[in-house]
């Protein structure tokens, strides 16, 4: 079954991408990938601010909402955002820190989810517990709890 998709586990790149990518945090991907295919030029962002944005899991994949409300697809090891819409306007081109669930709880809701196809992925940490995906597994999805296990 599939797993919950962060940034360098799912985008589709090309091998030079890929490799040029390598040398970069991953955090970089997506807005190097996007700025670079509209003729953009990367600028590193000065420093990180403490505005935090919430992670959460959408459709299979793990993205944050910037305060400008563009999503953006993320990852825990390297919870950093930079979005290509305002260019993190809001605090003066900085990164946004990216909160996530602590990791054994990640982990747990991303094994809870990984028995549904990613279209059905999907979990906002501040209102569901783990307890509540496994009910909407067994509830609405007619899954197994143990399903795929
Ligand atoms: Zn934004």
Known sequence: MPPV??????????????????????AEWLPRTILASQGRTWGTPLGTSDRTVAARVDAGRWIAE????????????????WCTECE?????????SVAFPDEATRLEAER??????????????????????????????????????
């Open 66 to 81: 910037c305060v400008c409300g563009h999503p953006s697809w993320v990852t825990p090891s390297d919870p950093r955002l």
């Open 88 to 96: 993190n306007a809001a605090v003066s081109g900085r990164w946004l």
């Open 5 to 26: 998709k962060t940034v360098e586990q799912g985008m589709t790149l090309d091998p030079s991408q890929r490799l040029g990518l390598s040398a970069c945090p991953p």
């Open 112 to 149: 809870v989810l990984s028995v549904r196809i990613p279209k059905d992925q999907f979990w906002f940490p501040d209102r569901e517990t783990v307890a509540d995906l496994m009910s909407e597994n067994v509830g609405k999805l007619d899954l197994s709890p143990f399903e795929g296990w």
